[in-house]
């Protein structure tokens, strides 16, 4: 059956997570002793999942390997796995949720849905109240002037975020002018790179997850004359600080805002710096 955070079975004792950002969420709430399965792509903590038996990626996990753990919860996200899987779960008659948070905000809420399934009062002080404590901050403190940033998710063909998005969300908390917001064909737009030419963002972040961006990209990207590659502020970064939520939540409004700082400019001019924060 279909459950949603008003409807969740009482402490659950075996948890599969289909979400790998949920899945560090659940470990560092302290629930991972419940966690008795997860996908090839949960790979955080790396201590702790290694040994977890694996039902699947997260688009194609096996329903009868989760059926066989008997599972109390399956934890899954309306984005991450696919509504085929999602279906087979539940005409299983396995307690299915399914996560869909569209902003940091709703983000932190789900981090405490999550901390409701058993997390002890010390937990939620210090993983829960931080987060919600961090996106307070960030929004009392959002800068006169917004940055505009292009941050693409793939490319062949490239593709950004609108504004119906987490991503989006996490960029304007930080103080970003998403370039791609208002385009309105899909969440996901494709773009060209005239596109990004036309749009003349000051910042260009590239996630590694779910595309590889690297170096060959940012040079690639640098070519095109726009203020992010003259002021060299095209950055590789770290992918679950754009795209998972949880404990992460924190460290990602930090980096990020830093990078979108209107005040940071490259020491060189035009040269272009990939630059890379170490992840928590």
Known sequence: MI???ASLPRAPARIVSLVPSLTESLFALGLGARVVGVTDWCVHPADEVESLPKVGGTKDADVAAIAALAPDLVIANHEENTRRVVE???????????????????????????????????????????????????????????????????????MSVGRDTYVHSLLELCGGDNVTADRGDRRYPLVTLDDV???????????????????????ELGRLGVPAARDGRIHCVDGTWVSWYGPRIRTALVRIRSLLDPGRRSQS????TPLRFPTP
């Not at 001019?269 to 272009?272: D, K, L, S, T």
Request: glycine fraction near 4%.
């Open 3 to 5: 459950v949603d955070a």
């Open 88 to 158: 087979k779960l539940d005409a299983a008659g396995l307690a299915v949720w399914v996560t869909y948070p569209r902003t940091v905000r709703e983000g932190a809420v789900l981090l405490r849905e999550l901390a409701a399934l058993g997390a002890t009062r010390e937990a939620v002080a210090a993983v829960v109240e931080p987060v919600e404590a961090a996106i307070a901050e960030a929004e009392r403190s959002l800068p006169a002037h917004r940055t505009r940033v292009f941050c693409p998710i793939w490319r062949d063909p490239w």
């Open 269 to 272: 001019g035009a040269r272009v």
């Open 197 to 219: 030419v036309v749009a003349a963002p000051e910042v260009i972040l590239l996630p590694d997850e779910p595309y590889a961006f690297g170096p060959a990209d940012v040079a």
